[in-house]
């Protein structure tokens, strides 16, 4: 299928021009400026409209809190056990929950989704298309597991009997688990290569493995300061990858950030400051970051902001200063990177999936009278248009 006559944001450091692309099954096949020599019938012309690769949102909860479900639809918390690395998101995903609808039609084609952070472990974090009716077929693949510090885990299991009930004991968790995981790869290997008997079957040293062999990233749920530099030093300790999830205190150590070269998901943006670690939430947090060096990409953290405000989201960072190209990145090929999926999504190029959302105007211009927040004519999903606005 050919798309032509698009203002094409390629998000490959080309600036924005007239052309085209081509989709053969679910992959970009070229991507060219111009008008096609010869056009063929099932082509769709654009209209001079924008063409932006499928916006991320790249962390959230969707599909794990069903939308008007009440506890029904909650699966996002198994708070019976602080380490819970074993879990599966592709498990409890709900495909059918019609906040993926919602999804689509404001140009969100690929959301990162999982547990929540009752638990200082809480298993992994998932990559999923916004469209279909399988969790196997959406999945792009597993990206991480979830670590969680701060509040959340504090005020969990204080109720319980049970630790963690301070920041020093949810460190100590998950150090304790890491080092297991560890020595429980060292015992594999050696067994392996010494063709000995594997030590006993341990799920959740399983499930790390791939942290500490580079497969998986290590999503740092934290707010407060002293919780991203907490993050910050597990992750050199044990040579850990590792994404530093809302950092909503970022602005204020963000050149040590940058220093660190971390990368972060910023957001909820537009939130009220509900619990003490969002005290100091502020929408500049995420130009402040960039400016200093830190690969930035801005996410809903939904439901706390439903998915379909990822754009107004970005649009409310660029008045407090983050550029409308940093911002773009961050709806896009930042977010794609930093998760680790930049090979598949972020971007407008041939090979890549052709998920793509096609918008009437800037993103970051808020509709009056628009049920979303972006006015997006059509959305693209593996080259099927998922999305019409009518």
């Known amino acids: ?149 701060g509040e959340n885990p504090k005020s969990t299991f204080s109720d319980k009997d049970s630790a963690p009930v301070t920041r020093m004991a949810t460190a100590a968790i998950i150090r304790e688990a890491l080092f297991k995981a560890k020595r429980y790869l060292e015992d594999k290997n050696e067994a392996i290569e010494n063709d000995e008997s594997l030590p006993e079957f341990d799920i959740k040293s399983e499930a790390l493995i791939p942290l500490l062999e580079h497969k998986l990233k290590a999503h740092f749920h934290c707010h407060r300061a002293d919780d991203i530099m907490t ?36 957001g909820p943006i537009i939130c009220d400051r509900g619990k003490p670690e969002l005290a100091e939430l502020t929408t500049a947090n995420a130009g402040i970051l960039s400016e200093n060096g830190v690969k930035v990409a801005i996410c809903t953290d939904h439901p706390e902001i439903p998915v379909q405000y990822l754009a107004a989201s970005a649009a409310y960072c660029v008045k407090a200063g983050l550029s409308k190209e940093e911002a773009l990145k961050a709806l896009t090929i930042n977010a794609a990177q930093i998760i680790g999926i930049d090979d598949r999504v972020g971007s407008i190029k041939a090979g890549k999936d052709a998920d793509f959302a096609i918008l009437t105007k800037n993103p970051f211009e808020i509709p009056k009278d628009e049920l979303y927040t972006c006015e997006v004519a059509e959305t693209y999903v593996g080259g099927q248009c998922v999305f019409k606005k009518i």
Do not use: W
């Open 231 to 266: 993050a910050v030093r597990i992750s050199k300790e044990f040579e850990l990858d590792y994404v530093l999830v809302h950092c909503t205190e970022g602005h204020k150590i963000a050149d040590i950030l940058g220093r660190e070269q971390a990368a972060a998901l910023t």
């Open 1 to 149: 299928m050919y798309i032509y006559n698009a203002e094409i944001h390629t998000m490959e450091g080309d600036a924005p021009f007239l052309g085209y692309i081509v989709t053969e099954g679910k992959k970009i096949a070229k991507v060219c400026k111009g008008v096609p020599e010869v056009i063929p019938p099932d082509s769709f012309d654009a209209g001079g409209k924008k063409l932006f690769p499928g916006f991320i949102d790249p962390h959230s909860h969707i599909g794990l809190i069903g939308d008007g479900m009440g506890v029904e639809g909650e699966d996002v918390n198994e708070d019976t056990d602080p380490v819970t690395p074993q879990l599966r998101t592709i498990d409890g995903i709900n495909c059918f929950d019609r906040c993926f609808s919602d999804a689509v039609a404001c140009g969100v084609t690929t959301a990162v989704t999982g547990v929540g952070s009752s638990n200082p472990i809480g298993g992994d974090f998932i990559a999923v298309k916004t469209h279909g009716r399988c969790a196997d077929e959406m999945l792009i693949r597993k990206v991480g597991i979830k670590f969680a510090l």
